[in-house]
Every structure is written in structure tokens, then in C-alpha cells.
């Protein structure tokens, strides 16, 4: 299996996971255009559509891609009304599994209601959407603290090889916050010293691993729901 990262619109991912038989899936196509690009080039077979959230910015690309190559749309099932013309309505816990497609949906509200991780097991990947970024988390636009506490516990559970694919690249910005309130963290030091290499040379910073993540992003390091509302409180002003 293969991940490719695919950048849209101003600063969103969309990810292509490929098969051995050029099957593919596309996570969150924000846009259209650059995933189109992206499978006739490599002559792909653009069979899903995985959608960890129904935000513009991770579904915007759904419609024109389904048209183009009849892919069936994926999403949490209380998002039946929102992701428009999904196919496949998934439950929390449950194991989707097409061609050599396996993957684990773990519900995770707070940024949206119906938010989900696609966890890749056999291949120790996950897609976290607009839950958990790289030094960062998202906002809660629907949930309440407690709701993305809870989800960050679920990812944290995850052994620490897994890849985490995001929705965004925010990590120069997360890394900042983290710093201001962790200066004496010697793994994000370091985790910095990378992530600034990796954007002077114009890469993403992603994927990054929840053992990173563990020992770096202050929100999942926040012991408690009272230290991790206060820490959501600051980085909404940051
Ligand atoms: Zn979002
Ligand atoms: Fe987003």
C-alpha cells in the first residue's frame, strides 16, 4: 500500500492510498482538480472516497470526482445529510474492508459531531482529518472539551509507529504554541529543527507518528480536561 500526499487549496491534504492493483482511495478531497491530475497520471482506479468529516474543505472535491470515475463516498453515518451523495455510512468501531482496503473507523467528535479516523491497522497509518494535527489539535466547532479530549484519548491509544495523515499543514504555527508552553521539551526542539527543514525545502511536515506526537503536541501531553480546555482557550488567541 501507498500513500501519497496530495496538496488543495490553500494549505488543506488530501491523501491517495493505492493498492498493488492500482486501486485507490482519495482521503478528503478538498478540491477536484489536483486529485484528477494526480490519477491520470499515474493511470489510477479511483474506486473511494473517504471523508473523515463533512466540512467544504475536505468534501469540496467529492461531487466532480464521483461524476468522473463513479467512486462511492464514505462517511460517518450521522453525516448522511451533509456529505452529499454518500454511498457508505460507517459506524464507529467498525472495519471497512474492499479490495486490499482494510481500515478501522474510530469515531472522534469535537471539532465536528460526526468526525472519524480511518485507521489503516494492516499498515499502521491513520487519517485524523481536522482532530489531531501535528503539534496541534483541531477546533471545536460542535463538541465540547471533553468530547476532544476524549477523541485525542482514542488516538493516543494507537501504538506509537502509526503515521498520522492530517487534514492541514498547521504544524510551523502548532509548533510555536507548543513551545511557548513546553520550553524545555527537548524532543520538540528537535521535532522543530525537522519540520523547518522539511518546509525550507518545500515537503510537508507530514506524516507524523503518535510517538511524536506523544512526547511533543502539549494537547495530547495535557493530563487532565481542565489543563487541556485551557490550552484549547490559549491557542484559539494564539
Ligand atoms: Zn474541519
Ligand atoms: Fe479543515
Same mark, same amino acid.
Given at each position: 500500500m501507498k500513500t501519497e500526499i496530495i496538496k488543495c487549496l490553500q494549505?488543506? #491534504?488530501? #491523501? =491517495?492510498?493505492?493498492?498493488?492493483?492500482?486501486?485507490?482511495?482519495?482521503? &478528503?478531497? /478538498?478540491e477536484a482538480e489536483p486529485v484528477i491530475k494526480f490519477v491520470e497520471k499515474?493511470? =489510477?482506479?479511483?474506486? #473511494?472516497?473517504?471523508?473523515?468529516?463533512?466540512?467544504? &474543505?475536505?468534501? /469540496?472535491?467529492?461531487?466532480?470526482i464521483k461524476k468522473k470515475y463513479g467512486?462511492?463516498?464514505?462517511? #460517518?453515518?450521522d453525516d448522511k445529510d451533509?456529505?452529499? /451523495?454518500?454511498?457508505? =455510512?460507517l459506524n464507529d468501531n467498525e472495519i471497512w474492508k474492499s479490495d486490499e482496503f482494510e481500515a478501522k473507523i474510530i469515531h472522534i467528535p469535537g471539532h465536528t459531531s460526526g468526525h472519524i479516523c480511518f485507521y489503516f491497522?494492516?499498515?499502521?497509518?491513520?487519517?485524523?482529518?481536522?482532530? =489531531?494535527?501535528?503539534? /496541534?489539535c483541531g477546533r471545536i466547532f460542535e463538541g465540547t472539551y471533553r468530547d476532544m479530549f476524549n477523541s485525542l484519548e482514542k488516538l493516543k491509544q494507537l501504538p506509537g509507529i502509526t503515521r498520522v495523515y492530517c487534514g492541514h499543514e498547521y504544524t510551523y504555527?502548532?509548533?510555536l504554541f507548543c513551545l511557548e508552553y513546553d520550553r524545555e521539551n527537548l524532543d520538540l526542539k528537535n521535532k522543530i529543527f525537522k519540520i523547518k527543514d522539511n518546509l525550507q525545502n518545500?515537503?510537508?511536515t507530514i506524516p507524523t507518528t503518535i510517538k511524536d506526537e506523544l512526547a511533543c503536541n502539549i494537547f495530547l501531553r495535557a493530563k487532565t480536561l481542565e489543563e487541556f480546555s485551557k490550552l484549547? &482557550?490559549?491557542?484559539d488567541n494564539f
Amino acid at each position: 500500500m501507498k500513500t501519497e500526499i496530495i496538496k488543495c487549496l490553500q494549505d488543506n #491534504y488530501s #491523501y =491517495l492510498i493505492i493498492d498493488s492493483k492500482k486501486n485507490a482511495c482519495v482521503v &478528503d478531497p /478538498g478540491e477536484a482538480e489536483p486529485v484528477i491530475k494526480f490519477v491520470e497520471k499515474n493511470n =489510477l482506479k479511483l474506486k #473511494y472516497i473517504l471523508n473523515t468529516h463533512h466540512h467544504f &474543505d475536505h468534501i /469540496g472535491g467529492n461531487s466532480e470526482i464521483k461524476k468522473k470515475y463513479g467512486s462511492k463516498i464514505l462517511g #460517518y453515518k450521522d453525516d448522511k445529510d451533509r456529505i452529499l /451523495g454518500i454511498d457508505i =455510512l460507517l459506524n464507529d468501531n467498525e472495519i471497512w474492508k474492499s479490495d486490499e482496503f482494510e481500515a478501522k473507523i474510530i469515531h472522534i467528535p469535537g471539532h465536528t459531531s460526526g468526525h472519524i479516523c480511518f485507521y489503516f491497522f494492516n499498515d499502521q497509518i491513520a487519517f485524523t482529518g481536522d482532530t =489531531l494535527f501535528s503539534l /496541534g489539535c483541531g477546533r471545536i466547532f460542535e463538541g465540547t472539551y471533553r468530547d476532544m479530549f476524549n477523541s485525542l484519548e482514542k488516538l493516543k491509544q494507537l501504538p506509537g509507529i502509526t503515521r498520522v495523515y492530517c487534514g492541514h499543514e498547521y504544524t510551523y504555527n502548532n509548533s510555536l504554541f507548543c513551545l511557548e508552553y513546553d520550553r524545555e521539551n527537548l524532543d520538540l526542539k528537535n521535532k522543530i529543527f525537522k519540520i523547518k527543514d522539511n518546509l525550507q525545502n518545500n515537503k510537508p511536515t507530514i506524516p507524523t507518528t503518535i510517538k511524536d506526537e506523544l512526547a511533543c503536541n502539549i494537547f495530547l501531553r495535557a493530563k487532565t480536561l481542565e489543563e487541556f480546555s485551557k490550552l484549547r &482557550d490559549l491557542k484559539d488567541n494564539f
